[in-house]
């Protein structure tokens, strides 16, 4: 099936660094997401990107809607430790079928 | 989501056993959606539905069925369990269009 490269898949950082992470496509995509999992619950939603060159902030979160419809970033801004979780994007097909990235797990000192 | 219930949250089974997950929503959503979780691999759907009527295969449907007995409620059948679809497997719902998907908070199935 398709799949989404998403890197990295591990991240490790000091609390107030800013965090990038990508994903990127064989195929084009008409809507990007990117959800947020914790341990213990389903993903979370945090942002939605339906334009190419869209750029979307949502707190201190920002993401970008790739022009080639074929990738799209997540940057988070001065981390803090509720940030600690693993993130996954998500490209929306036609028929409304998600594939997913393979996710990246950040990890956050004090 | 406390919108999107799934039960139960935990199970523990063994090989050929059948099993039946369930999934309820209050949103309201026409699509509903099984996906199964595996470490390092994300999320693969395995079942989704647009309506009542309505059942698709996903990518990863072989050794599963499924069941939509109404708008809010989608069900999860494993016929015969094998130990490797011990995972966790997530319910999502979604209105009509391009509107992202709301995902249950999970069951984590184990199969000895």
């Known amino acids: 099936g398709q799949q989404l490269n998403q890197s990295p898949q591990s991240m490790f950082i000091q609390e107030g660094e800013d965090v990038s992470m990508n994903c990127t496509s064989s195929?084009?995509?008409?809507?990007w997401l990117w959800y947020k999992q914790e341990p213990g619950e389903g993903p979370v939603l945090l942002i939605a990107?339906?334009?190419?060159?869209e750029l979307t902030s949502n707190g201190r979160l920002t993401a970008q809607f790739g022009i080639t419809r074929k990738d799209s970033f997540l940057n988070i801004s001065a981390s803090i430790p509720s940030d600690v979780g693993i993130y996954f994007c998500a490209g929306l097909e036609g028929a409304q079928k998600l594939v997913f990235g393979q996710g990246t797990r950040l990890t956050i000192n004090p | 989501d406390a919108d999107v219930t799934q039960t139960p949250r935990n199970r523990i089974t063994k090989t050929g056993k059948r099993i039946m997950l369930e999934c309820s929503q209050t949103k309201g959503h026409d699509r509903m959606y099984w996906y199964r979780q595996d470490p390092g691999l994300g999320l693969r759907l395995i079942y989704y539905s647009f309506d009542v009527k309505d059942i698709n295969k996903g990518e990863i449907s072989d050794g599963y069925s499924v069941s939509r007995q109404a708008q809010a409620k989608f069900s999860l059948s494993l016929e015969s369990a094998i130990p490797n679809q011990t995972a966790l497997y997530f319910c999502?719902?979604?209105?009509?269009?391009?509107?992202?998907?709301?995902f249950g908070d999970g069951t984590r199935l184990s199969i000895l």
């Open positions: 990107l339906y334009k190419a060159g």
């Open positions: 999502a719902t979604s209105v009509r269009g391009n509107q992202p998907q709301h």
């Open positions: 195929s084009i995509f008409n809507t």
